[in-house]
C-alpha cells in the first residue's frame, strides 16, 4: 500500500497529460453546509473547476438516504461523468451506497479507514509528515526524536508515510498507539516526562479520539511551556493555543490536485488499491511567543513565508 501511496503521489504532482478524443468530464458530490464552512468547499470546487478545463457537474448533498442515493445516480446517468470527486463525509458516505463504474476520488476530511474505501482513493486535509518535520528541522535543526501518539484504526496510514520522513532527515520517530483519551494522557505524560528539551519533540495529530482539546491539550501545552519542549501539531486551530507550528489547506490548490488526481485514474488499466495521500502543497501557521520562549530565532524574512503568524498585532 505504502510503495503504491507514493507512486501515485508522484504521478499526480506531475504535470497532466491525456489524450481522449473529447475532454473528460468531472461530477462533484459535496455537502451542503453553513457558512463559514461551505467557504471551504466551494474553494475546493473552484480549484477542481480551474485544473479540469471543462464544465463540471455539482451535486450538493443536503442529506443521505435511500430517496437521495436514487437521486444522485439517475443525475449522474444523465451527467455521464468519466470521474467523480466526493467531498466531505456526507459526500463519501453517498458514494458508498451508488454503483458506480467510473473512478472517484475523495477529499475534504481528515481520514477514512482502508477498509471503507471500496478501491477509491483520496486526498486528507492531514498534512504530509515530509513537510511537518522539513518544518520542524528549519525551526529547531538539533531536534533528533519526534514522539506521536496515534489512534491505528485512523492513523496508520500517516505513520507508515512518517516513518520514512523521520528517517531521511536523520530523526528518530516514537510512536505510540493509544486507545481512546484515558490511554493517550497517560502516555503523554510518560512523553512529557522523558522528552529532552533540546532534542526532542511531541507531534499532536488531529483526532478527537485521542486528544481531547479541553482535557489533554491543555496539559501537554502547560507542561511543554514549563519545560521548553518544542510542541507541533497537524491540527492549525493548536498553534494559537500555543503550539510552534502547523499546516493547512490552500483549499483551491487541493481542488485542482483532487481534479489531477481524479484525471491520473482514467488511463489505469485495471483497479488500484485503495489509499490515501496527506495534504499537499499546504500553507504553514506559526506562534512566534511560543518560537521566542523556546529560544528560537526566526528572522523576519522566514517570518514572512508563513500563511498565518500568530499572536495576532
Same mark, same amino acid.
Request: proline residues 6%; hydrophobic residues 45%.
Given at each position: 500500500?505504502?510503495?503504491?501511496?507514493?507512486?501515485?503521489?508522484?504521478? #499526480?504532482?506531475?504535470?497532466?497529460?491525456?489524450?481522449?478524443?473529447?475532454?473528460?468530464?468531472?461530477?462533484?458530490?459535496?455537502?451542503?453546509?453553513?457558512?463559514?464552512?461551505?467557504?471551504? #468547499?466551494?474553494? $475546493?470546487?473552484?480549484? $477542481?473547476?480551474?485544473?479540469?478545463?471543462?464544465?463540471?457537474?455539482?451535486?450538493?448533498?443536503?442529506?443521505?438516504?435511500?430517496?437521495?442515493?436514487?437521486?444522485?445516480?439517475?443525475?449522474?446517468?444523465? %451527467?455521464?461523468?468519466?470521474? +467523480?470527486?466526493?467531498?466531505?463525509?456526507?459526500? $463519501?458516505?453517498?458514494?458508498?451506497?451508488?454503483?458506480?463504474? +467510473?473512478?472517484?476520488?475523495?477529499?475534504?476530511?481528515?481520514?477514512?479507514?482502508?477498509?471503507?474505501?471500496?478501491?477509491?482513493?483520496?486526498?486528507?486535509?492531514?498534512?504530509?509528515?515530509?513537510?511537518?518535520?522539513?518544518?520542524?528541522?528549519?525551526?529547531?535543526?538539533?531536534?533528533?526524536?519526534? #514522539?506521536?501518539?496515534?489512534?491505528?484504526?485512523?492513523?496508520?496510514?500517516? $505513520?507508515?508515510?512518517?516513518?520514512?520522513?523521520?528517517?531521511?532527515?536523520?530523526?528518530?520517530?516514537?510512536?505510540?498507539?493509544?486507545?481512546?483519551?484515558?490511554?493517550?494522557?497517560?502516555?503523554?505524560?510518560?512523553?512529557?516526562? %522523558?522528552?529532552?528539551?533540546?532534542?526532542?519533540?511531541?507531534?499532536?495529530?488531529?483526532?478527537?479520539? +485521542?486528544?481531547?482539546?479541553?482535557?489533554?491539550?491543555?496539559?501537554?501545552?502547560?507542561?511543554?511551556?514549563?519545560?521548553?519542549? +518544542?510542541?507541533?501539531?497537524?491540527?492549525?486551530?493548536?498553534?494559537?493555543?500555543?503550539?510552534?507550528?502547523?499546516?493547512?489547506?490552500?483549499?483551491?490548490?487541493?481542488?485542482?490536485?483532487?481534479?489531477?488526481?481524479?484525471?491520473?485514474?482514467?488511463?489505469?488499466?485495471?483497479?488500484?488499491?485503495?489509499?490515501?495521500?496527506?495534504?499537499?502543497?499546504?500553507?504553514?501557521?506559526?506562534?512566534?511567543?511560543?518560537?521566542?520562549?523556546?529560544?528560537?530565532?526566526?528572522?523576519?524574512?522566514?517570518?514572512?513565508? #508563513?500563511?498565518?503568524?500568530?499572536?495576532?498585532?
Amino acid at each position: 500500500m505504502l510503495a503504491c501511496s507514493w507512486l501515485c503521489l508522484a504521478l #499526480f504532482l506531475a504535470p497532466f497529460t491525456i489524450s481522449h478524443a473529447a475532454e473528460p468530464r468531472i461530477a462533484v458530490i459535496y455537502p451542503v453546509v453553513k457558512k463559514p464552512y461551505s467557504t471551504v #468547499f466551494e474553494q $475546493i470546487i473552484g480549484g $477542481i473547476t480551474a485544473e479540469a478545463k471543462t464544465g463540471i457537474s455539482q451535486y450538493g448533498l443536503e442529506e443521505v438516504d435511500e430517496k437521495q442515493t436514487a437521486a444522485i445516480q439517475e443525475w449522474l446517468s444523465k %451527467q455521464k461523468p468519466d470521474a +467523480i470527486v466526493v467531498l466531505g463525509r456526507r459526500g $463519501i458516505k453517498a458514494a458508498r451506497n451508488l454503483e458506480l463504474s +467510473i473512478p472517484s476520488v475523495f477529499g475534504g476530511v481528515l481520514y477514512v479507514a482502508d477498509t471503507a474505501l471500496d478501491g477509491s482513493v483520496g486526498i486528507s486535509l492531514t498534512p504530509g509528515p515530509k513537510q511537518l518535520f522539513g518544518q520542524l528541522k528549519r525551526l529547531s535543526p538539533r531536534t533528533k526524536r519526534i #514522539f506521536v501518539v496515534y489512534n491505528p484504526a485512523r492513523y496508520q496510514w500517516l $505513520i507508515d508515510l512518517a516513518k520514512p520522513a523521520a528517517a531521511a532527515l536523520g530523526i528518530t520517530l516514537v510512536t505510540k498507539a493509544a486507545e481512546g483519551l484515558r490511554d493517550s494522557a497517560r502516555i503523554h505524560r510518560d512523553i512529557l516526562k %522523558q522528552a529532552k528539551r533540546r532534542t526532542d519533540s511531541v507531534w499532536l495529530l488531529q483526532d478527537s479520539s +485521542i486528544m481531547g482539546s479541553n482535557t489533554i491539550l491543555p496539559m501537554i501545552l502547560k507542561e511543554s511551556w514549563n519545560k521548553k519542549l +518544542i510542541v507541533f501539531s497537524s491540527n492549525p486551530s493548536d498553534v494559537p493555543r500555543g503550539v510552534l507550528f502547523s499546516f493547512y489547506a490552500d483549499n483551491k490548490v487541493l481542488g485542482k490536485k483532487l481534479a489531477s488526481l481524479a484525471l491520473s485514474r482514467l488511463d489505469l488499466t485495471q483497479k488500484s488499491s485503495a489509499f490515501i495521500l496527506p495534504l499537499p502543497d499546504a500553507l504553514s501557521a506559526v506562534n512566534l511567543r511560543t518560537a521566542s520562549h523556546l529560544g528560537l530565532h526566526i528572522p523576519f524574512e522566514e517570518q514572512r513565508k #508563513f500563511g498565518l503568524v500568530f499572536p495576532r498585532k
